[in-house]
């Protein structure tokens, strides 16, 4: 029998209550499929950052290295800028590892209202793929005269050929992959930001000439916004920047009923180093602790883990257990108009992969 070994950083707030139920489901459906998870758990985050000044030990990346995947939770604490926990823990496993495609489906399952008036289950489906490792987040800049009346911030993006063209390349090949709509959309603001996303739109005309069987659609991020309100059921996959798809990717994990099920995935897809699964969410401070958040982003997550793992059967009987369980309608989270507790969430999925 195959172990695969997993690291898990459960991390903050709600990371703590959604990361079980999603190894549950994991220990369940691996023994589905003769296949065993080793499970590494790892205390990271702000708990840590308080004790010992960082969210992660020197070392940690050499940790995580080794492992088939990570499972992560949440990271973010109210009392912790946000820019150190991030900084601190999830970009740079994001930016050590490779995990330069950001990949976050947007489904409208079967049972869930949209807070749109039109769509119906089925009718959103589309994956928001978020460069990963540069853009408006490659964290290069500093402050001159800090503290200062007179101070200065410069934040400098940065966009490279290799990125843009990785990045666009993988969305047009999970275009062909997914075999739907056959539509990549690409989303920039190159009338306003004349070098970095010029140079974006060329690099992407130059990779779709390359996929003559997909439809292209270029959109500035004002417009993309406006179209995931008013047109969602038209995007298949869409392809931006780090800024852009990480603020949209917000927009279409909320117009598929809630941020509670939005799943996503960090992946090094040449998978020299390890992929990293989480929910979309943070850390949820207003309902943590209260045994009452949605898991089923974190559960998503993990089915998202298996598919990378070529595991794709057990992925598929996951996400039917889910959809299962919302399509029913009987056991549901507040943040989906029900009163089930995290805990019903995850023992009506777990016995539905039964
Ligand atoms: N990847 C990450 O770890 C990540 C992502 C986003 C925000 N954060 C951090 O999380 C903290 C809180 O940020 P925020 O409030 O802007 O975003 P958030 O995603 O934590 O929560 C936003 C709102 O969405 C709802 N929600 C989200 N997930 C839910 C779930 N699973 N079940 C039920 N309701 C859910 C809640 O109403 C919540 O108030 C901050 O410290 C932020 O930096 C971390």
Not at 229 to 237: A, L, Q, T
Request: glycine fraction near 8%; proline fraction near 5%; hydrophobic fraction near 45%.
């Amino acid at each position: 029998m195959k172990t695969l070994t997993i690291a898990v950083i459960a991390g903050d707030g709600v990371g703590v209550e959604v990361i079980p139920p999603a190894k549950r489901v994991l220990e369940k459906v691996a023994r589905l499929y003769d296949v065993a998870f080793a499970f590494q758990d790892f205390d990271w985050g702000s708990q840590h950052y308080f004790r010992w000044g960082h969210m992660m030990p020197a070392g940690a990346l050499d940790l995580l290295s080794p492992c088939d995947a990570i499972l992560l939770g949440a990271v973010g604490h109210p009392d912790i800028p946000d820019h150190t926990t991030l900084n601190g823990l999830l970009l740079p496993i994001r930016r050590a590892f490779d995990q330069y495609a950001n990949v976050r489906p947007a489904f409208l399952y079967p049972g869930v209202t949209s807070p749109l008036a039109k769509p119906r289950g089925g009718d959103i489906d589309f994956v928001v793929v978020r460069e990963n490792t540069e853009g408006e987040y490659a964290q290069v800049g500093g402050f001159v005269y800090q503290h200062q009346p007179e101070e200065i911030a410069i934040q400098t993006s940065v966009f490279t050929r290799r990125g843009i063209e990785r990045i666009v390349r993988f969305a047009f090949e999970l275009a062909v992959k997914r075999g739907k709509k056959r539509r990549v959309t690409s989303v920039t603001k190159s009338n306003a930001q004349g070098y970095s996303m010029v140079l974006w739109d060329r690099v992407f005309d130059e990779v779709a000439a390359g996929y003559p069987g997909i439809e292209t659609e270029s959109l500035l991020v004002d417009a993309a916004a406006m179209n995931f309100i008013r047109r969602p059921e038209s995007f298949d996959v869409v392809v931006g920047s780090n800024l852009f798809c990480d603020i949209l990717s917000d927009i279409s994990a909320i117009i598929i009923g809630s941020m509670g099920l939005a799943a996503s995935a960090n992946l090094d897809p040449e998978r020299r180093f390890p992929s990293m699964f989480e929910p979309v969410h943070g850390s949820v401070p207003d309902i943590a602790g209260q045994g009452v958040v949605n898991p089923l982003a974190a559960i998503l997550s993990a089915s998202m883990m298996l598919d990378h793992l070529g595991l794709s059967d057990a992925a598929v009987k996951v996400e039917r257990a889910v959809a299962g369980v919302l399509a029913e309608g009987k056991v549901r989270t507040r943040d989906l108009g029900g009163t089930s507790s995290t805990e019903e969430v995850a023992a009506a999925v777990l016995e539905k992969i039964a």
